[in-house]
């Protein structure tokens, strides 16, 4: 499975921006599928989740087009500590975990992820 990321940039405060997941070796519609993003000097934190039946978790809007198997992350309303890296990351979906809690700190390690991409806010 790879995964690419893309959409990344500079924007002001109050601005937007839309984050791509591109998705190859794999059916996004198997995965559940994540945002996570690390700023320099944090730990890495989930942002959104998006499972196989539709159900999301998380900030900002995570959403999907299984036409053309890429992942979206828009987000509204930046501020500075929207600053980071993000990264995207998919895991097969199975019983043994539950997507929505994925971002939440320790508790599954995705099996697949993106290099991530620059997202700086400036004020």
């Known amino acids: 499975v790879q995964l690419v990321e893309s959409g990344g940039g500079s924007v002001q405060a109050g601005g937007s921006l839309t984050l791509s997941c591109a998705v190859s070796?794999?059916?996004?519609?198997?995965?559940?599928m994540a945002w996570f993003r690390q700023a320099p000097g944090k730990k890495r934190e989930g942002v959104a989740a998006?499972?196989?039946?539709?159900t999301t978790s998380g900030r900002f809007i995570i959403s999907k087009d299984s036409a053309k198997n890429t992942l979206y992350l828009q987000m509204n309303d930046l501020t500075p500590e929207d600053t980071a890296v993000y990264y995207c990351a998919a895991s097969r979906s199975g019983s043994w975990f539950a997507c929505r809690y994925v971002i939440d700190d320790d508790y599954y390690d995705m099996d697949n992820w993106g290099k991530g991409t620059q997202v700086t806010i400036s004020s």
């Open positions: 998006l499972d196989t039946d539709g």
């Open positions: 070796g794999a059916r996004i519609g198997d995965y559940c």
